[in-house]
């Protein structure tokens, strides 16, 4: 259970000491083992905070997130002992994260203190702590040119990652460990995927350009916004004429080279990016798969928006008791992982993660595949999905599944490794394509 306190009703919303206590709250939660998502979710279920607010308190929260490593490293500095309770370390952090990237963060110095010890004085559990949080953010001020070496001696100061994850990287890819770990810094940009059915690629540039909103084509129906936007300012959105999906997604439903009238099955399929676009492509009788009922409303809502169908099930992939017998032509297996090639979308990963959990993700998904493969028919095809860098859960996984089943690898991506740069924006995703011999 996530622990909210809510701020006096006569906080002001729109104030950055508003926005810093609530934000502190959400980093907590994540020291505390919950998703970043999910603690957003329920500070602004609880909350009175306005859209604007929400926004800011996110951001902040990311950018703690993104500066976790550096951030705690100055703090063990700058405090005696840690800060308790959490929420009081969750603030600093927070605080510290804006003082750090003053350039970026658009807030100058002195007004991150003030704000920061206003955070404290306004919050239930932080208002005997103003004059700690004075205190340790001043000094880094007076002292920064000393402190930030000292910082990033460690490997998590100067990288922002978990020691175990930066070793796993440069074992992983001894020569581009570094750019990954850039990469997964970076703040992710919003792109689009076209809806095929409704406009072309250039036809919805135009549109954007004639709203006044940069943009570029960045894949076969992929457009990357110069600048993001909220989801609700995007023209036709909300009539289905794009979806928001980063470019590495995309490439997952033209693998599957589906056509009319094909029985196809997309496995842990919430929220439903690629089940849309597979829906796009072709007209289908699609079933999509999730064992939670509450992630195949996030589906619903997203194909209700398209106007397109398929039979939402709830069901364990692991299991055959929702399955009809009927063999599929194509199955999308989206298999569940660490998700370590989409940090930057996901910041918060990389400090919930824990070095057992590819093992144990990589036999679940092993579980899956071993299960989905009997439902495919002689000459489907199956197309291995995940969103990790660890090989244990992609190449090794796939050399391990074809060998096993005397499955053909068709060609296919494999790892793409996530990129942020000017000719190539994507996350790290895997692919692996499997065709069954036929009868």
């Known amino acids: ?159 922002n990652y978990p020691t175990w994850w930066i070793d796993r990287l440069k074992a992983a890819y001894p020569e581009q460990w570094q750019a990954i770990l850039h990469a997964g810094n970076q703040a992710p940009p919003l792109t ?43 023209p036709g959105f909300a009539e289905g004429v794009v979806s928001v999906q980063d470019a590495a997604a995309q490439l997952a439903a033209p693998l599957l080279d589906v056509a009319d009238g094909m029985r196809v099955l997309d496995a842990c399929a919430a929220p439903g990016g690629k089940t849309g676009h597979l829906l796009e492509l072709a007209d289908l009788d699609l079933q999509a798969l999730d064992h939670d009922t509450r992630r195949l409303q996030r589906i619903a809502e997203n194909l209700d928006r ?9 069901g364990d992939a692991r299991a055959d008791d929702w399955w009809d017998g009927q ?40 579980q899956i595949l071993d299960k989905l493969w009997q439902m495919l028919r002689p000459d489907g095809k199956l197309l291995l999905v995940t969103c990790s860098l660890w090989p244990q859960e992609s190449e090794q996984q796939a050399v391990a599944f074809a060998q096993k089943h005397n499955a053909i690898r068709l060609p296919a991506p494999g790892q793409l490794l996530p990129t942020a740069s000017e000719t190539a924006d994507h996350d790290g995703l895997f692919y692996a394509l499997f065709q069954k011999p036929g009868a």
């Open 306 to 314: 398209l106007q397109l169908k398929a039979r939402l099930t709830t």
């Open 1 to 159: 259970m996530i622990q909210i306190s809510l701020l006096p009703p006569g906080a002001k919303a729109d104030s950055l000491a508003y926005q810093l206590a609530y934000a502190a709250q959400a980093v907590a939660a994540v020291r505390a083992g919950h998703a970043l998502p999910q603690a957003l979710a329920q500070i602004f279920s609880r909350s009175d905070a306005p859209a604007p607010a929400r926004g800011a308190i996110q951001d902040l929260s990311y950018r703690a997130m993104r500066s976790l490593g550096l951030t705690e490293s100055l703090l063990g500095l700058l405090a005696n002992k840690p800060p308790q309770p959490e929420v009081l370390h969750g603030l600093l952090v927070t605080a510290l994260a804006l003082l750090v990237n003053e350039e970026e963060s658009g807030y100058d110095s002195f007004t991150v203190v003030d704000q920061a010890v206003q955070a404290a004085a306004i919050s239930p559990e932080m208002s005997f702590a103003k004059g700690v949080v004075n205190a340790i953010l001043r000094r880094l001020l007076r002292e920064r040119a000393t402190l930030m070496p000292q910082a990033t001696k460690t490997p998590p100061g100067t990288w």
């Open 327 to 366: 063999p599929f032509d194509r199955i999308l297996a989206d298999v569940p992982c660490t998700a370590s090639g989409i940090v930057r979308r996901h910041p918060d990963i990389r400090w919930l993660r824990r070095k057992t959990d590819t093992a144990q993700l990589a036999t679940l998904s092993t």
């Open 192 to 234: 689009l995927r076209v809806n095929r059915r409704r406009t072309t690629v250039a036809q919805y540039l135009d549109t954007l350009q004639q709203a006044g909103m940069a943009a570029r084509q960045v894949g076969p129906a992929a457009v990357r916004l110069h600048r993001p936007v909220p989801v609700q300012q995007l």
